[in-house]
């Protein structure tokens, strides 16, 4: 059974919950994403796997998870990046927020979301039940198609991402 760590508004931590049950009930826990840009600036996307619990198809920033109870977020983040992309790269924290949206199967997303940039352009060898596509896309175009096609990307994604502009911050990482 996999748990996640409840926190309130401020991240502090308040207790645990089985991961499904807290995606059922809505409790906000903490989360992160991971966006990884080659050294022209492109980002690295991924098509979730058909068989994830949920979004399943979706498009989604490299990758995002939840650390365990015991677990610093950034030790999560750069597991997560091995179990699901197979790659290793530094990554630093560079924003956080909290978002709540309705996802399919019935489950809910209440997160404190913390993103994390980092650097990586060589080609991908990722774990095929997590990835079923990827490709690196310059962020205009991303951004463009977020808009004309928002069904075909995840919810946080979609909120994430406008955290591009509002972190200011150099992709030199």
């Not at 059922?24 to 050294?39: G, Y």
């Not at 677990?71 to 790269?89: F, Y």
């Not at 990586?120 to 690196?136: G, H, I, Q, T």
């Amino acid at each position: 059974m996999e748990e996640v760590i409840l926190v309130n508004e401020k991240d502090e931590r308040i207790g645990t919950m089985e991961k499904m049950l807290a995606h059922e009930k809505s409790r906000l826990h903490r989360a992160f994403s991971i966006f990884i840009f080659s050294e022209n600036g492109d980002m690295l996307i991924h098509q979730r796997a058909k068989e994830k619990y949920h979004s399943g198809g979706l498009w989604t920033n490299a990758c995002c998870s939840h650390p365990r109870p015991g677990e610093s977020t950034h030790e999560a983040a750069m597991r997560r990046l091995d179990e699901e992309l197979r790659i290793q790269c530094s990554i630093k924290e560079v924003y956080s927020f909290i978002y709540n949206a309705e996802l399919d199967h019935g489950l809910k997303e209440h997160e404190f979301d913390h993103v994390y940039f980092g650097q990586f352009s060589d080609d991908l060898n990722p774990n095929a039940k997590e990835v079923m596509n990827w490709k690196y896309i310059p962020i205009s175009v991303l951004k463009q198609e977020i808009i004309t096609s928002p069904q075909l990307y995840t919810e946080w994604f979609k909120i994430a991402i406008n955290g591009l502009e509002e972190a200011k911050i150099s992709l030199a990482i």
